[in-house]
Nanobody, 122 residues
Framework: VQLVESGGGSVQAGGSLRLSCARS???????MAWFRQTPGKEREEVAG???????SYADSVKGRFTISQDNAKKIAYLQMNSLKVEDTAMYYC???????????????????WGQGTQVTVS
């Protein structure tokens, strides 16, 4: 599965961005997720969505970010509202077969990754 992210950019604090992750094909029971990483820090979970539509979020983004997907288009989205300076990071889309609740505990459990898209909040 190839993943291609888009939608990153620069925005002022309080603004919004929507990230997209297009996948090359579908696999049953796929967990789609977003992670982020800043220099010198480990990659951290942002949100995940299972094939049945169940979602999970990191506490730091709950109530501000929404993950969704359009299965017909094979695209996962991350709507980011009320952005904060601390949301600045490289955002990565990831995919793997299995339940998100398990996979999100460790980024190394994901086999498929996008190239990343930069989000800068000032």
């Amino acid at each position: 599965v190839q993943l291609v992210e888009s939608g990153g950019g620069s925005v002022q604090a309080g603004g919004s961005l929507r990230l997209s992750c297009a996948r090359s094909r579908d696999i049953r029971s796929l967990c789609m997720a977003w992670f982020r990483q800043t220099p010198g820090k480990e990659r951290e979970e942002v949100a995940g969505i299972d094939s049945d539509g169940s979602t999970s979020y990191a506490d730091s983004v709950k109530g501000r970010f929404t993950i969704s997907q359009d299965n017909a288009k094979k695209i996962a989205y991350l709507q980011m509202n009320s952005l904060k300076v601390e949301d600045t990071a490289m955002y990565y889309c990831a995919a793997e077969v299995g339940p998100c609740w398990y996979l999100l505990q460790d980024p190394s459990r994901f086999q498929y990754w996008g190239q990343g898209t930069q989000v800068t909040v000032s």
